[in-house]
């Protein structure tokens, strides 16, 4: 009976063991897939008022685009560029407008291999070719740290590409 009693005893210790080791290497790789939040920041899109007649005239809408690297720190990291991608948001708008971008969240392990840690954005403003084929906006353009888009609202301006 002793054997018995032994053995259930050694068999919890082992399975007690067990779930814990299954439990760290699950939060281990939780962690490795953690995330990290970016800061807000707001974008103020402004159109001439030729475009937004003309927007507003063909139902046409605004397509902001952010798309988030970091500097790869060893060249097979990175693209063609040297770039580590980190991820995009986009939005479609109706209208000139302030939106709030940075609503999501980066691999850690990816930004883990930009040289500086820190998460760049490139900001890109067309119309959403939802009713044209072609682009019928220039805008200007934002590229920074994130942590500098957090700091103040970023002004884009658009007209149509064909307004002086």
């Known amino acids: 009976m002793q ?16 779930g814990l080791a299954l439990f760290l290497l699950s939060s281990s790789a939780a ?27 063909s139902g046409q809408q605004i397509h902001v685009s952010a798309v988030y690297y970091g500097r790869a720190i060893k060249a097979e ?23 709030t971008f940075g609503q999501v969240a980066l691999d850690a392990a990816a930004l ?20 044209f084929p072609d682009n019928l906006l220039n805008c200007g353009l934002f ?8 700091q103040a609202p970023i002004a884009i301006a658009c007209k149509l590409i064909d307004e002086n």
């Open 3 to 18: 054997t018995v009693d032994v053995r259930n005893a050694l068999k919890e210790k082992v399975m007690k063991y067990l």
């Open 31 to 57: 962690l490795a897939g953690s995330a990290v939040d970016l800061p807000g920041y707001t974008l103020d899109i402004s159109l001439s008022p030729r475009a937004a007649a003309t927007l507003s005239q």
């Open 77 to 99: 990291d990175g693209d063609e560029m040297g770039q580590v991608s980190l991820g995009t948001e986009d939005v479609d708008l109706a209208a000139a407008t302030r939106v």
């Open 112 to 131: 883990a291999k930009a040289a500086d840690q820190q998460a760049y954005v490139n900001i890109n403003v067309y119309t959403s070719r939802k009713k």
């Open 143 to 150: 590229e920074d740290r994130v942590e500098v888009a957090a």
